[in-house]
């Protein structure tokens, strides 16, 4: 194959007419001759040559390279050799230094220098001699068949040396002849190519000495680990022989080790190595990890001290193991003259201490080995790493102290393990590589203190990258039951990209620990960050046991920057305060993600609740492992998210917990997202909707906190982006303070989309603060200010239910002692294009009382106002609700408070609402029965389109009592405004002001409802201010109703009048101003229904003790009014009622079509008109009544005066046709033609006139 790759372990076999050659990245060169087979381990740097013939070039400075047979090692440094399995064995170099000695015997080596070879048979190893190399050079097959080599021009010095030798010893023919008879065989691989032998070189003779003394017996290779005391330190070089049987060989001088067999055979690591088992030993878990039957037997050898300049020989021959250990008792360092240390052999290299620092300067690098394991053992000890690091398969690292590791390029490893009893600093100059588990950690052992450390800090100038998609990588904190000065931060710098195929993660723990300063999270990335798994990033006051939660002076933040996207299967960023987890200082959550944030789907939170992007502050109470204590931040609570986009595949999860917590400060959670922002996560029923942004301060059994948060600020939540999409569920955005939560200032949602906000399923936007069921005997809860609630939205769709409120109330089944209280203002504005909801649309405040029990309802302070605004049109499936409802439901139990106005301001396009199983389509509601609002009450309902209600329609501010409620009182006035060009329903249209019942309004009570279009209802229509039985209104009261034409089907009205526009002040009401009706139509007025029942009726009924303290006036005006029943017109006075001024009914109409007609004032049994009565019949053209026809007077005498004008028109009544004054005053016919079966026109007081001007009778 050419170009293919050979891994380590592998072998290679040439065949009869083959050759190979391979080239490694040192640019070692290593060729096969024919039937040549051949293996390595760890790169070049060791060969194994079953049979055939090999080619070794080794560049200058690099490592040596050796090669075994099965009877000689060679090696060969910075030269070229030929090597031939023989028999015999023949070893040439060509150019460079080698040397050979049996095989695992060292101490026999024999120098070889270039131009010179040796051979080897039987055990015995011949003297050097020198070869013709100039003709290996030309006839070598492993030479001449392949390219130039590149260490040829110091092959050609050996050859020019060679021939400057031989002319100057005068044998320039004879040894160079080619057929010179070769002393040595010629192999089959022609790997010799018949060298001629120069010269032999024979050392000098020694003189006899007596025989040595036999060496003492190799000790045993097991058992307890003695130090080797001298020299210290003991120097490790690159003529280092180390065998794993085990000895160890430098400058001649043989120390032996031991082998450790593992725990059964050698009891615990620690002990054996150790001497000893430390705190730190046990936390870090070093008996487990050499307990695992991959990491042992290992040899081992204890030094002094320990120093390492250059890369050792490693024999595992003679049953070696794979495994060592170098352990310095007081140190290890190293120094030059260095180079890379690759411990070829070995799949394991420890290096450890027992109670002392290790140093290693860059003089020195580690470069492909399996797994290398480095531990500075001993309180206060250190580990610097300056060496560089590439292809480690695994990396283990740990010190009682700090680890400084320094790395000037790129460090390539597979694991990585780290772990730091105080500092942990990665200094990365490259990009970091890695390919397995990565676990960083700093720990600070229980019951003990650091006074400044225990940071971990990891900058890497180029990418952080784990390939690995089944390990995960873990930075961490831990400082459980310890104690920290100034510290425990964890900094992450990555200049580039941060890359994880799997998990990565970063906690700070310090459960039951105490940091005075310092728990920092802050990781920030020049590039992207990517996760395969989860993305967690956790600061860990409580880790949800049983443990004591944590203690922070000043720190616990959280921070996270990148330079481009976040992408994650699923994310998890937090701060866990919660269990009574306490924090002196202000604390901030920030997140700021320059490009998109993408998860994929669902996975578990730090909570182990689903979502696939969760960003959370929690410092709430949770007892849920025994800790009763609430949670403490001593400042400003800040959780802040920004991105350019946000696509979450799963729930998006974002919350500020302070349940039944304190944040002396104030709550802050900003959700900032420049341009979209798409859930498309589904519901999960009973546990999340798809996308959750909450502010939560309550308390409650329901969710297990006995009692609210505190908030010693503002609590403010905000949102904003370009579109906001929850494609599969439900949004929910909200600031929860029931039950007895208190926030000190203000309470505020600002949403805001400069594009759309669109729902799958709900959407709902509330500030809560309620009592409830679950309130432990907690009342509402407590807004020390405003309470504001922003929406602002190019366009809403939502496909289920909208819900928009200012929860304020006592809710069912609400114990007492009472509801909410905003100390100010309850403002709930929305601002949008178009709204299309598939369900119910509810925006509301509400403030009542509906609980269990005595108990009052809520209080706002100042003005309560619900601001609704669409510039085009509102759909929506259901009820469209827009109401504040301030009323008491329970009997002896008062209503909410409200300071100020009242308001519900509602101004759309084209509005089109459908009916839910009660039929009312759209209500807009101040209910104030049994509640007190000291300033005004207003409705202003404005459409520039059309108002098409699928079902009823209802307008009405209730003040009355209902039996059972208790009446309201309105401080100031009450007033209706509808405006729309047209305005129909399916059911009923109910307009209407209730003061009834000692209902009191201090000011004015007025209706006003204008059309530019017309008014169409299929059943009844309805304009009433009903004041009667003692409600004083201190002022005028008026109804004024406007339109083009007004069509009323008055179908299934039961006995209600088709059209009812009336006041009510009957009974003893009291109205210290005017009274009028007013309703004008440049069109016509139509009323459909039932002859029996479906009435017109434009009424005033002042009767039975009402007093009006100005005049009263009806105004009916239409082009044409045709009802199917009777109209009528009246004013009733009667049984002792009173109207200061005048008493005046004007009915205009081009022709009027009636079954009956009655226009008339009732001032009889005792009733008192101040003014005059009249009544005037404006009719141009024709009026047709099928039964009686009545324009009467009763009780004139009780009036200054009274006058009956028919001005005009023709009366066509089927039966009687009737003008009438019972006492003084005057009837006027002015050109009006009379036509009845029975007519009758009387004045019958004494003074009484009848004036007769024109037409006929």
Not at 339 to 344: E, P
Not at 644 to 659: N, P, Q
Not at 1158 to 1167: E, K, L, P, V
């Given at each position: 194959?050419?170009?293919?790759?050979?891994?380590?372990?592998?072998?290679?076999?040439?065949?009869?007419?083959?050759?190979?050659?391979?080239?490694?990245?040192?640019?070692?060169?290593?060729?096969?001759?024919?039937?040549?087979?051949?293996?390595?381990?760890?790169?070049?740097?060791?060969?194994?040559?079953?049979?055939?013939?090999?080619?070794?070039?080794?560049?200058?400075?690099?490592?040596?390279?050796?090669?075994?047979?099965?009877?000689?090692?060679?090696?060969?440094?910075?030269?070229?050799?030929?090597?031939?399995?023989?028999?015999?064995?023949?070893?040439?170099?060509?150019?460079?230094?080698?040397?050979?000695?049996?095989?695992?015997?060292?101490?026999?080596?024999?120098?070889?220098?270039?131009?010179?070879?040796?051979?080897?048979?039987?055990?015995?190893?011949?003297?050097?001699?020198?070869?013709?190399?100039?003709?290996?050079?030309?006839?070598?097959?492993?030479?001449?068949?392949?390219?130039?080599?590149?260490?040829?021009?110091?092959?050609?010095?050996?050859?020019?040396?060679?021939?400057?030798?031989?002319?100057?010893?005068?044998?320039?023919?004879?040894?160079?002849?080619?057929?010179?008879?070769?002393?040595?065989?010629?192999?089959?691989?022609?790997?010799?190519?018949?060298?001629?032998?120069?010269?032999?070189?024979?050392?000098?003779?020694?003189?006899?000495?007596?025989?040595?003394?036999?060496?003492?017996?190799?000790?045993?290779?097991?058992?307890?680990?003695?130090?080797?005391?001298?020299?210290?330190?003991?120097?490790?070089?690159?003529?280092?022989?180390?065998?794993?049987?085990?000895?160890?060989?430098?400058?001649?001088?043989?120390?032996?080790?031991?082998?450790?067999?593992?725990?059964?055979?050698?009891?615990?690591?620690?002990?054996?190595?150790?001497?000893?088992?430390?705190?730190?030993?046990?936390?870090?878990?070093?008996?487990?990890?050499?307990?695992?039957?991959?990491?042992?037997?290992?040899?081992?050898?204890?030094?002094?001290?320990?120093?390492?300049?250059?890369?050792?020989?490693?024999?595992?021959?003679?049953?070696?193991?794979?495994?060592?250990?170098?352990?310095?008792?007081?140190?290890?360092?190293?120094?030059?003259?260095?180079?890379?240390?690759?411990?070829?052999?070995?799949?394991?290299?420890?290096?450890?201490?027992?109670?002392?620092?290790?140093?290693?300067?860059?003089?020195?690098?580690?470069?492909?080995?399996?797994?290398?394991?480095?531990?500075?053992?001993?309180?206060?000890?250190?580990?610097?790493?300056?060496?560089?690091?590439?292809?480690?398969?695994?990396?283990?690292?740990?010190?009682?102290?700090?680890?400084?590791?320094?790395?000037?390029?790129?460090?390539?490893?597979?694991?990585?393990?780290?772990?730091?009893?105080?500092?942990?600093?990665?200094?990365?100059?490259?990009?970091?590589?890695?390919?397995?588990?990565?676990?960083?950690?700093?720990?600070?052992?229980?019951?003990?203190?650091?006074?400044?450390?225990?940071?971990?800090?990891?900058?890497?100038?180029?990418?952080?990258?784990?390939?690995?998609?089944?390990?995960?990588?873990?930075?961490?904190?831990?400082?459980?039951?310890?104690?920290?000065?100034?510290?425990?931060?964890?900094?992450?710098?990555?200049?580039?990209?941060?890359?994880?195929?799997?998990?990565?993660?970063?906690?700070?723990?310090?459960?039951?620990?105490?940091?005075?300063?310092?728990?920092?999270?802050?990781?920030?990335?020049?590039?992207?960050?990517?996760?395969?798994?989860?993305?967690?990033?956790?600061?860990?006051?409580?880790?949800?046991?049983?443990?004591?939660?944590?203690?922070?002076?000043?720190?616990?933040?959280?921070?996270?920057?990148?330079?481009?996207?976040?992408?994650?299967?699923?994310?998890?960023?937090?701060?866990?305060?919660?269990?009574?987890?306490?924090?002196?200082?202000?604390?901030s959550l920030t997140v700021d993600i320059a490009g998109a944030v993408t998860t994929m789907e669902n996975g578990t939170d730090f909570l182990g609740n689903p979502a696939s992007l969760s960003v959370a502050l929690s410092t709430r109470y949770d007892d849920?492992?025994?800790?009763?204590?609430?949670?403490?931040?001593?400042?400003?609570?800040?959780?802040?998210?920004?991105?350019?986009?946000?696509?979450?595949?799963?729930?998006?999860?974002?919350?500020?917990?302070?349940?039944?917590?304190?944040?002396?400060?104030?709550?802050?959670?900003?959700?900032?997202?420049?341009?979209?922002?798409?859930?498309?996560?589904?519901d999960i029923p009973m546990i999340a909707d798809a996308a959750d942004i909450e502010l939560l301060n309550d308390g409650g059994t329901n969710i297990l906190s006995p009692f609210g948060g505190t908030i010693h600020g503002d609590a403010t939540l905000q949102?904003?982006?370009?579109?906001?999409?929850?494609?599969?569920?439900?949004?929910?955005?909200?600031?929860?303070?029931?039950?007895?939560?208190?926030?000190?200032?203000?309470?505020?949602?600002?949403?805001?989309?400069?594009?759309?906000?669109?729902?799958?399923?709900?959407?709902?936007?509330?500030?809560?603060?309620?009592?409830?069921?679950?309130?432990?005997?907690?009342?509402?809860?407590?807004?020390?200010?405003?309470?504001?609630?922003?929406?602002?939205?190019?366009?809403?769709?939502?496909?289920?239910?909208?819900?928009?409120?200012?929860?304020?109330?006592?809710?069912?089944?609400?114990?007492?002692?009472?509801?909410?209280?905003?100390?100010?203002?309850?403002?709930?504005?929305?601002?949008?294009?178009?709204?299309?909801?598939?369900?119910?649309?509810?925006?509301?405040?509400?403030?009542?009382?509906?609980?269990?029990?005595?108990?009052?309802?809520?209080?706002?302070?100042?003005?309560?106002?619900?601001?609704?605004?669409?510039?085009?049109?509102?759909?929506?499936?259901?009820?469209?609700?827009?109401?504040?409802?301030?009323?008491?439901?329970?009997?002896?139990?008062?209503?909410?408070?409200?300071?100020?106005?009242?308001?519900?301001?509602?101004?759309?396009?084209?509005?089109?609402?459908?009916?839910?199983?009660?039929?009312?389509?759209?209500?807009?509601?101040?209910?104030?029965?049994?509640?007190?609002?000291?300033?005004?009450?207003?409705?202003?309902?404005?459409?520039?389109?059309?108002?098409?209600?699928?079902?009823?329609?209802?307008?009405?501010?209730?003040?009355?009592?209902?039996?059972?409620?208790?009446?309201?009182?309105?401080?100031?006035?009450?007033?209706?405004?509808?405006?729309?060009?047209?305005?129909?329903?399916?059911?009923?249209?109910?307009?209407?002001?209730?003061?009834?019942?000692?209902?009191?309004?201090?000011?004015?009570?007025?209706?006003?409802?204008?059309?530019?279009?017309?008014?169409?209802?299929?059943?009844?229509?309805?304009?009433?201010?009903?004041?009667?039985?003692?409600?004083?209104?201190?002022?005028?009261?008026?109804?004024?109703?406007?339109?083009?034409?007004?069509?009323?089907?008055?179908?299934?009205?039961?006995?209600?009048?088709?059209?009812?526009?009336?006041?009510?002040?009957?009974?003893?009401?009291?109205?210290?101003?005017?009274?009028?009706?007013?309703?004008?139509?440049?069109?016509?007025?139509?009323?459909?229904?039932?002859?029996?029942?479906?009435?017109?009726?434009?009424?005033?009924?002042?009767?039975s003790g009402g007093v009006i303290g100005g005049a009263a006036a009806i105004n009916v005006s239409a082009a044409n009014i045709s009802t199917a029943s009777s109209l009528f017109a009246q004013i009733v006075n009667l049984n002792g009622g009173m109207i200061?001024?005048?008493?005046?009914?004007?009915?205009?109409?081009?022709?009027?079509?009636?079954?009956?007609?009655?226009?008339?004032?009732?001032?009889?049994?005792?009733?008192?008109?101040?003014?005059?009565?009249?009544?005037?019949?404006?009719?141009?053209?024709?009026?047709?009544?099928?039964?009686?026809?009545?324009?009467?007077?009763?009780?004139?005498?009780?009036?200054?005066?009274?006058?009956?004008?028919?001005?005009?028109?023709?009366?066509?009544?089927?039966?009687?046709?009737?003008?009438?004054?019972?006492?003084?005053?005057?009837?006027?016919?002015?050109?009006?033609?009379?036509?009845?079966?029975?007519?009758?026109?009387?004045?019958?007081?004494?003074?009484?006139?009848?004036?007769?001007?024109?037409?006929?009778?």
């Open positions: 194959m050419v170009n293919d790759k050979v891994i380590f372990g592998s072998a290679v076999r040439t065949g009869v007419e083959s050759r190979t050659e391979l080239t490694f990245k040192d640019l070692t060169i290593t060729r096969l001759g024919a039937n040549t087979i051949f293996s390595f381990t760890a790169g070049a740097r060791q060969a194994e040559l079953t049979q055939g013939a090999i080619l070794l070039q080794v560049p200058p400075k690099a490592a040596p390279v050796r090669a075994n047979t099965t009877a000689i090692t060679v090696s060969v440094t910075g030269g070229t050799a030929l090597l031939a399995t023989g028999p015999p064995t023949k070893f040439m170099v060509l150019e460079g230094i080698g040397s050979i000695y049996p095989l695992g015997h060292p101490e026999k080596a024999v120098t070889v220098h270039g131009g010179e070879m040796v051979m080897s048979e039987n055990g015995r190893i011949s003297n050097p001699e020198k070869f013709d190399v100039k003709l290996v050079l030309a006839t070598s097959a492993l030479i001449v068949d392949f390219a130039p080599l590149t260490n040829l021009p110091l092959i050609l010095a050996v050859v020019d040396q060679q021939l400057a030798e031989q002319q100057l010893a005068g044998t320039t023919t004879q040894p160079l002849a080619k057929n010179f008879v070769d002393v040595i065989d010629v192999t089959d691989q022609n790997a010799t190519a018949n060298p001629v032998v120069v010269e032999e070189r024979i050392g000098t003779p020694s003189p006899t000495v007596s025989p040595p003394p036999p060496p003492p017996p190799t000790p045993s290779k097991f058992g307890t680990l003695t130090v080797i005391t001298s020299p210290a330190p003991y120097v490790i070089t690159s003529g280092t022989t180390i065998t794993t049987d085990p000895s160890i060989t430098t400058n001649g001088v043989t120390d032996y080790g031991k082998i450790y067999r593992g725990p059964t055979d050698d009891g615990a690591f620690s002990l054996w190595a150790f001497g000893s088992t430390s705190a730190f030993d046990t936390a870090l878990g070093i008996d487990n990890f050499f307990a695992d039957p991959n990491r042992f037997p290992i040899a081992a050898f204890k030094f002094q001290s320990l120093s390492l300049s250059g890369n050792p020989i490693i024999d595992t021959s003679n049953g070696g193991v794979t495994k060592l250990a170098l352990i310095g008792v007081n140190g290890i360092t190293s120094g030059p003259p260095g180079g890379t240390l690759t411990f070829t052999g070995l799949d394991l290299l420890a290096l450890g201490t027992v109670n002392g620092s290790i140093n290693l300067t860059s003089d020195v690098s580690f470069q492909d080995l399996n797994e290398l394991v480095m531990y500075a053992r001993g309180a206060g000890s250190n580990l610097i790493l300056s060496s560089p690091i590439s292809n480690i398969g695994t990396l283990q690292l740990a010190a009682e102290g700090s680890i400084q590791l320094t790395n000037a390029g790129t460090m390539s490893v597979g694991e990585f393990h780290a772990t730091a009893g105080d500092d942990l600093t990665l200094q990365i100059g490259g990009s970091l590589l890695l390919n397995g588990k990565v676990r960083l950690n700093t720990l600070v052992l229980p019951g003990t203190t650091v006074a400044s450390g225990a940071n971990l800090t990891l900058n890497v100038t180029g990418d952080y990258t784990n390939n690995s998609a089944t390990d995960s990588s873990r930075l961490r904190v831990r400082n459980e039951d310890a104690h920290i000065g100034t510290g425990g931060n964890i900094a992450v710098s990555i200049g580039g990209d941060l890359t994880a195929m799997s998990d990565f993660e970063v906690v700070v723990h310090n459960t039951n620990g105490q940091i005075d300063n310092g728990g920092n999270i802050t990781l920030a990335t020049g590039g992207s960050i990517s996760t395969g798994g989860e993305f967690s990033l956790l600061v860990e006051n409580y880790n949800e046991t049983a443990n004591p939660a944590g203690h922070i002076g000043t720190g616990g933040n959280l921070s996270l920057t990148t330079g481009g996207n976040l992408t994650a299967d699923f994310a998890s960023i937090a701060i866990n305060n919660r269990g009574g987890g306490r924090i002196d200082s202000a604390v849920g492992g025994g800790n009763t204590s609430g949670s403490f931040i001593g400042g400003d609570a800040t959780l802040g998210f920004h991105a350019d986009s946000a696509s979450i595949g799963g729930g998006l999860s974002v919350f500020l917990s302070d349940r039944g917590g304190t944040i002396s400060g104030n709550a802050l959670l900003n959700f900032n997202i420049t341009h979209d922002v798409t859930v498309t996560g589904a949102v904003s982006a370009a579109n906001l999409s929850v494609s599969a569920g439900s949004l929910d955005v909200l600031v929860q303070n029931n039950n007895g939560g208190l926030i000190d200032s203000n309470a505020t949602i600002n949403f805001n989309l400069a594009g759309n906000l669109t729902t799958g399923h709900y959407a709902t936007f509330w500030i809560a603060n309620l009592q409830n069921s679950f309130s432990n005997g907690s009342p509402g809860g407590s807004i020390g200010s405003a309470a504001t609630l922003n929406i602002n939205a190019a366009n809403i769709s939502v496909g289920n239910d909208f819900f928009a409120a200012i929860r304020n109330q006592r809710a069912g089944g609400a114990p007492g002692p009472g509801a909410g209280s905003i100390g100010t203002n309850a403002m709930l504005n929305i601002a949008t294009g178009s709204f299309t909801v598939g369900g119910v649309l509810d925006v509301e405040i509400d403030n009542f009382n509906n609980g269990s029990g005595s108990g009052t309802g809520g209080s706002i302070g100042e003005s309560a106002a619900v601001n609704f605004n669409t510039d085009n049109a509102v759909t929506s499936g259901s009820t469209a609700y827009f109401q504040i409802r301030n009323e008491s439901d329970i009997s002896g139990s008062a209503g909410g408070f409200i300071g100020g106005d009242a308001t519900v301001d509602v101004s759309v396009g084209d509005l089109t609402s459908g009916p839910n199983v009660n039929s009312h389509a759209l209500v807009v509601n101040i209910d104030n029965r049994g509640g007190s609002i000291g300033g005004s009450a207003s409705i202003d309902f404005g459409a520039t389109g059309s108002v098409n209600a699928q079902g009823n329609a209802l307008f009405q501010i209730y003040n009355f009592n209902d039996g059972t409620s208790g009446p309201g009182a309105i401080g100031g006035n009450a007033t209706i405004n509808v405006s729309a060009v047209n305005l129909s329903t399916a059911g009923f249209l109910y307009d209407a002001i209730g003061n009834s019942s000692s209902g009191s309004i201090t000011g004015s009570a007025n209706l006003n409802f204008n059309l530019t279009g017309d008014l169409t209802s299929q059943s009844y229509a309805n304009f009433v201010i009903d004041n009667s039985f003692g409600g004083p209104i201190g002022s005028d009261v008026a109804i004024s109703v406007n339109a083009a034409n007004a069509h009323i089907s008055a179908a299934n009205i039961g006995m209600s009048p088709a059209l009812d526009v009336s006041i009510f002040n009957f009974g003893g009401g009291t109205i210290v101003g005017s009274a009028n009706i007013s309703l004008n139509l440049t069109g016509d007025l139509t009323t459909q229904g039932d002859p029996s029942f479906a009435f017109s009726v434009f009424d005033i009924d002042n009767s200061s001024g005048n008493a005046t009914i004007d009915v205009t109409a081009g022709n009027i079509t009636a079954n009956s007609l009655f226009a008339g004032i009732d001032n009889s049994s005792g009733g008192t008109i101040g003014g005059n009565a009249n009544i005037n019949m404006n009719v141009s053209g024709t009026t047709t009544v099928t039964n009686d026809a009545t324009v009467a007077i009763y009780g004139s005498d009780g009036a200054a005066s009274a006058a009956i004008n028919i001005n005009g028109g023709s009366y066509n009544a089927g039966q009687q046709f009737l003008t009438y004054i019972d006492g003084n005053g005057t009837i006027t016919f002015n050109n009006a033609t009379a036509h009845a079966d029975v007519l009758k026109a009387g004045v019958f007081g004494a003074n009484g006139v009848l004036n007769v001007g024109g037409g006929m009778l």
